[in-house]
């Protein structure tokens, strides 16, 4: 399938080929000056890897593996590709494919492996951070009780802390400054506090800030407030042993991970947050297809996103097609300020347009519904009945789409013969005649691969149902939100996003969704390639 | 010009007017209305197409200046708009000219160079890029937000972060680069390496030089792609300075705080560029496009 080129870039294209032939000329004579000095590359690929390696370091030093990982395994082909001879090839392809690779197939891989965890708000850190948690975990001891006096000298702070047990034992912090910033100060056995000592309701005023002051006694006893009167020695809670089990230092209790729930048990079996993502197989794929409450809205919402597809391609390729037989149409002069005007809503971007309809379309106070009000006596509840909501996004959506088709499709229709309806014309033929048994035959073959990859993009047309409806109104009955106008990736999005945050259902569900495109796109391929195989 | 003309045809001229005016009224409608919401007193107003009582109120709001109503009031912008449609060019001409960059030597490889894998790396390339970018947010929040612990430019609230997230969506623009570069013929090129020529010297001598149409039309294909993405944006930009065009207008339009005048005129304020860029290119943009689709 070709088209009759461009007959203006085509004579641009002609000058500039005679230019470069001369460019050409004096070009060769620079070659091989050109070809020497692989100084500075090898230097700039040195340097380029330094950096990188210093980033894995680090990341890897932060307890990563893939991140660290991903990024020394493309280092390393990088440095290949560009210092080798063999790789001379993929110096051109190797910087798109990097893009590709790390956003494109890295989040799918790093989405694959995150459904068979738990990962979600609850399960959000690693054990090794829950761990850390635990073991920074503080209490108090109780042994070590100290009643606070605070004196102040203008903005300059010190405390005065005297042993419940031992009138005499006073300690004096250094001055220092309420600003609500946790910070540690140092206290000496000492009576000697600067400015005015204050009553009970400035410390009152002060409790915000007195509470992030950790008091370091002697450099060994660590205090900090218990009550308004007192502050009080602290210490960690937990210690470790084997298999990361934690033995409460002072009931003598342990808690152990549990790795199939993610949470640490005590020995009643009682979760303690916070939890840490674990492997749980394939659970959250089970939970698609076996659980009522999510399978039914799942099922029903890809039906839906289906429909929606097929309806919105159907929809812009019947109108895309009929404006640009119009639009080639010779007697109609005025064509070209049409076209404009057509392809218009094409050009203002999606996420303007959609909220200005989102705005149109409000029930109370949009003027659609005035409009039909005022013409019909109706007013549709586009936002809260699920047909109404459903149309309403069909509109929106062809609004949106027909320009696009128009556009394909005027490019294609240049390329019918005009003897083909010459003679139909001859014949007597009128214009359905022609649109049905010359026109559509002969757009078939090239718009089949338009239309499937128009389909797969109305199948995640996420932008439009989030801006639009938000995927409402909800489903009644679901265990996790789902609404009636939500295609798959909404739904996905507010189940990783919104609602719940379950991050492994979400890649799960995701997962399923690439499967389905990306079946739908290699069927594409294979109808592109038989289409241009004849 | 056809030579057998049907007899009523200046009836089927008119017809088809009436009906493209008909049409083009629907079409227009939701630009007209948001004009005129644009000037009308207040954010709950309803009325007729051209405004009762004007007033520049929602204008002076989206152009930052302190707006004083007939009460004496005086009422400050609410959101920095300006800043977010400097930050949405900022971002989309960085990530346009990254692209371009990208996109053309790939699709030089790919149209030109002989090597192994080709035609499964682009099979495999036309699929991935079927994987909505919505779905690998949880990946790119982890990722800016580790990264971020590492390089702080390149962490979560940060532009570069957003601009790189952007790269991996290339497949369809080395598509269309390729299809030009097959368009144009060999012997330009055969005859440099006669000369001596590298590859690296034949493409950046003599296909690039040639091939500037269709590197405009991607450049202005991504622009209004990367100016149009929200998702992403949303998830990995938080803080208000920082927000880009298409995150921060829906900020009008929330529930219980519903600034449908401000909107129009934010609306009419930043699509306006965007459209007439579009507009101007759409020569080249309509060729670009059926190109493209012709080839897959």
Redesign the interface.
């Known amino acids: 399938m070709a088209l009759p080129a461009n007959a203006e870039s085509m004579a641009t294209r002609d000058d500039y080929a005679n230019k470069t032939v001369e460019k050409i000329m004096t070009i060769s004579a620079n070659v091989r000056t050109l070809l020497s000095g692989n100084g500075p590359k090898w230097a700039l690929v040195a340097l380029i890897d330094l950096a990188l390696l210093y980033v894995v370091f680090l990341l890897y030093a932060q307890g990563e593996m893939l991140f660290p990982l991903t990024l020394l395994v493309l280092g390393s082909v990088g440095t290949w590709v560009f210092t080798s001879k063999g790789g001379y090839c993929y110096r051109y392809v190797y910087p798109c494919l990097l893009g590709i690779i790390m956003f494109i197939v890295f989040p799918l891989v790093y989405t694959f492996s995150i459904s068979f965890t738990n990962y979600g708000s609850a399960n959000i850190l690693s054990l090794e951070r829950v761990k850390e948690i635990h073991l920074d975990k503080q209490v108090k001891t109780g042994d070590q009780v100290y009643r606070l006096a605070l004196y102040q000298d203008n903005d300059q702070y010190q405390l005065q802390l005297t042993d419940k047990n031992d009138s005499e034992n006073i300690y004096t912090s250094e001055a220092f400054t309420l600003d609500g910033q946790a910070k540690e100060v140092t206290a000496q056995p000492d009576t000697s506090a600067q400015g005015q000592r204050l009553s009970m309701r400035d410390i009152v005023k002060q409790r915000t800030a007195l509470g992030e002051i950790t008091v370091n006694l002697n450099g060994n006893t660590r205090l900090v407030m218990s009550s308004l009167r007192e502050f009080a020695a602290m210490a960690p809670q937990y210690r470790e042993e084997a298999d990361n089990v934690l033995v409460d230092i002072h009931t003598g209790e342990s808690i152990r991970p549990d790795m199939v729930t993610g949470f640490y048990v005590n020995v009643d079996g009682e979760q303690i947050a916070p939890g840490f993502s674990v492997y749980v197989g394939g659970e959250n794929y089970q939970l698609l297809l076996e659980d009522k409450g999510i399978r039914e809205p799942f099922f029903k919402i890809f039906v839906w996103t289906l429909v929606f597809s097929a309806l919105s391609v159907t929809l812009c390729g019947i109108i895309g097609l009929l404006l640009a037989n119009l639009m080639q149409w010779e007697p109609l002069k005025e064509r070209g300020i049409y076209r404009v005007l057509l392809i218009l809503p094409y050009a203002v971007p999606a996420f303007i347009s959609i909220l200005i309809f989102k705005g149109l379309f409000n029930q109370n106070f949009g003027e659609i519904n005035m409009i039909l009000e005022g013409l019909f006596g109706i007013e549709p509840e586009w936002m809260t009945n699920p047909t109404f909501a459903r149309m309403m996004i069909l509109i929106v959506n062809t609004w949106l789409g027909y320009p696009y088709m128009m556009i394909v499709c005027m490019g294609l229709l240049k390329a019918i013969l005009d003897d083909l309806y010459e003679a139909s014309a001859i014949d007597g033929a009128n214009p359905i005649h022609n649109l049905l048994f010359i026109t559509l035959p002969s757009l078939a073959k090239p718009m089949a691969p338009i239309l499937i990859a128009s389909f797969a993009f109305n199948f995640n047309n996420f932008v439009l149902i989030d801006l639009l409806t938000a995927g409402g109104p909800m489903r009644p009955g679901t265990s996790i939100e789902a609404g009636f106008t939500d295609l798959l990736v909404n739904f996905t999005f507010r189940t990783a996003f919104v609602a719940g945050q379950d991050f492994g259902l979400a890649s799960a569900i995701a997962t399923m969704i690439f499967l389905i495109v990306g079946f739908i796109s290699w069927v594409n391929l294979r109808a592109t390639r038989s289409s241009q195989e004849y | 010009?056809?030579?057998?003309q049907?007899r009523n045809?200046q009836y089927?001229?008119w017809a088809?007017?009436i009906v493209?005016i008909a049409l083009?009224c629907l079409?227009?409608f939701?630009?007209l209305?948001?004009i005129s919401?644009s000037f009308r007193t207040g954010n709950?107003a309803?009325g007729s197409l051209i405004p009762d009582n004007p007033s520049l109120e929602h204008w002076a709001m989206v152009l930052g200046i302190p707006y004083e109503t007939a009460d004496g009031n005086i009422i400050q912008p609410t959101f920095p708009v300006l800043t977010w449609l400097w930050n949405s060019i900022k971002v989309s001409l960085t990530t346009s000219a990254l692209i371009l960059?990208?996109?053309t030597?790939?699709a030089?490889?790919?149209a030109r160079?002989?090597?192994r894998l080709k035609n499964h790396?682009l099979?495999s390339?036309?699929?991935?890029?079927?994987?909505?970018a919505?779905?690998?947010?949880?990946?790119?929040h982890?990722?800016f937000n580790?990264?971020g612990?590492?390089?702080p430019w390149l962490g979560l609230n940060t532009h570069s972060a957003l601009v790189?997230?952007?790269?991996?969506?290339?497949?369809m623009h080395?598509w269309l680069i390729k299809g030009y570069f097959e368009?144009?013929d060999v012997a330009?090129e055969e005859?440099?390496y006669i000369?001596?020529?590298?590859?690296w010297?034949a493409?950046r001598?003599?296909l690039l030089?040639?091939s500037?149409?269709i590197l405009a039309v991607v450049f202005v294909l991504s622009f209004?792609g990367v100016?149009?993405e929200?998702?992403i944006a949303s998830?990995l930009l938080q803080g208000v300075d920082k927000l880009t065009?298409?995150v921060g207008?829906?900020q009008f339009?929330y529930a219980q705080n519903y600034l449908?005048g401000d909107?129009?005129a934010a609306?009419i304020l930043?699509?306006m560029p965007?459209?007439l860029v579009?507009?101007m290119a759409?020569r080249y943009?309509?060729?670009g496009?059926?190109?493209g689709?012709?080839?897959?």
């Open positions: 010009m056809a030579m057998v049907p045809l089927r001229v088809a007017r493209m083009l079409i227009m939701p630009f209305m948001i919401v709950f309803t960059m990208l996109s030597t790939g030089y490889a790919f160079l002989r090597f790396l099979t390339m036309m699929i991935l890029q079927m994987f909505p919505v779905l690998a947010l949880v990946a790119f982890a990722f580790k990264l612990g590492v390089v790189m997230s952007y790269l991996g969506g290339i497949t080395i368009s144009i330009l005859s440099a000369d001596g020529a590298t590859p010297q493409f001598h003599i030089p040639l500037v149409p209004i100016i149009g929200y998702p998830v065009l298409a207008v829906k339009l449908w909107f129009a609306a930043t699509g965007i459209t579009f507009l759409q943009l309509v060729n496009l059926t190109a689709g012709v080839k897959g």
